[in-house]
């Protein structure tokens, strides 16, 4: 059985000075289970904090691509991977290269 993640992003217009701190907390440790990560829409890897390497967007057949992620104002660390996003009204599909050993 392939047990599969999703880290999803909390988008929140906050006026106010936050720690962020703590919401990270519920993340740290995610590196360890990632076999293959996609910054999705982005023509550039990205590193986060937890060392996780996301590969620029490949491997998708279809969709268009946003960055309205990066004019939010976030909450939580560690969401450079949300400032970007590929999306379609119809289907649209990534092709994961991995094996298993």
């Known amino acids: 059985m392939i047990g599969i993640k999703i ?5 929140c217009s906050v006026n106010a000075a936050l ?5 990270y907390e519920w993340y740290k440790g995610t ?3 990632v076999i293959y990560a996609v910054s999705c829409g982005s023509s550039e890897p990205l590193t986060d904090m937890d060392g996780i390497v996301y590969r ?3 491997g998708y057949s279809g969709g268009v691509t946003s960055n309205d992620g990066a ?9 450079e991977v949300y400032h970007t996003e590929r999306w379609a009204d119809e289907d649209f599909s990534y092709k994961i290269p991995f094996s298993f050993a």
Do not use: H, M
Request: proline content about 8%; glycine content about 4%; charged content about 20%.
């Open 71 to 79: 004019s939010q104002r976030w909450i939580i660390p560690n969401t």
């Open 19 to 23: 720690d962020r701190t703590p919401a």
């Open 31 to 33: 590196a360890a289970n």
């Open 56 to 58: 620029a967007d490949e």
């Open 7 to 11: 880290l999803i992003g909390i988008v």
